[in-house]
């Protein structure tokens, strides 16, 4: 009887203990939220601006050209042959007046230049040049005495012009030639001599010179191994300021990148 009932007070006991625990409201601790990098907030889309990729891309070629301008072979020379026909030559000196322009026979000339290209772009360049040049002809041709009279005479003409110009032209790559127009001022040291007493005479003149050809079968300067100019041809007029020799060309020669 006793042990039954303490068996029931240690039931009563053990339940109330139970209820008194679970009655208690124990608040959870908040819990620190754990951001997710995937959520984080990403910076705003860069917006395309027409205009500035225009000049961007304006900017690129600039530059590009100016790399294969660079890179361009600047300098060459040329060896070249021409034919003169004389429209007037009155050369004077003390005594006698000789104008070889009475011989219709041409003088064949040979001409040596280097040049420089300074500017090259969208095909169009522009190239100061040097040239110098030696003719040589003999023929008989009348002199006019200061003193009254024709004297006919066989005349050796020594011609050698030094010429300064430039020439701008544009170039074809498709084809690999171009098209040119060269322009200069010339000095020119110009001998006469004969069998005449007093016929012999030795001056320097200057004068001016215009002409228009161009070069065929041109390698590409930007070539390192690129080496032939191309083939020349033009046609022009060479005039003093004074006295002198006046006279229409044609020249044709080769041009060789240096």
Do not use: C
Request: charged share 20%; proline share 4%.
């Amino acid at each position: 009887m006793i042990s039954s009932f303490r068996s029931r007070l240690i039931a009563v006991v053990l339940l109330g203990s139970t209820m008194l625990f679970t009655g208690f409201d124990v608040e959870a601790k908040p819990k620190k939220k754990v951001e997710n990098k995937s959520t984080l907030a990403t910076p705003p889309a860069i917006e395309a601006d027409e205009k500035s990729f225009a000049e961007i891309f304006r900017n690129n070629i600039e530059i590009s050209q100016t790399k294969i301008a660079d890179a361009r072979k600047p300098y060459d020379m040329e060896f070249s042959a021409l034919t003169h026909v004389l429209s007037s030559s009155e050369l004077i000196n003390d005594y006698y007046i000789v104008d070889l322009a009475a011989d219709p026979a041409p003088i064949s000339m040979v001409r040596f230049g280097v040049s420089a290209e300074v500017f090259n772009r969208a095909n169009f360049f522009i190239a100061p040049t040097g040239t110098l040049a030696y003719a040589f002809r003999e023929g008989s041709v009348n002199a006019l005495a200061k003193r009254g009279g024709y004297y006919r005479d066989v005349i050796r003409l020594q011609w050698a012009p030094l010429q300064a110009g430039t020439r701008i032209g544009y170039r074809f790559p498709q084809w690999s030639s171009s098209v040119q127009l060269k322009a200069g001022l010339s000095y020119e040291w110009i001998s006469l001599s004969g069998n005449l007493d007093g016929i012999n005479q030795s001056s320097w003149l200057s004068g001016y010179q215009f002409s228009l050809g161009g070069t065929f079968f041109e390698s590409d300067r930007r070539d390192p191994n690129s080496w032939f100019g191309g083939l020349t041809l033009s046609a022009g007029t060479t005039n003093p300021f004074a006295t002198g020799l006046t006279a229409s060309f044609l020249e044709a020669g080769i041009r060789i990148f240096l």
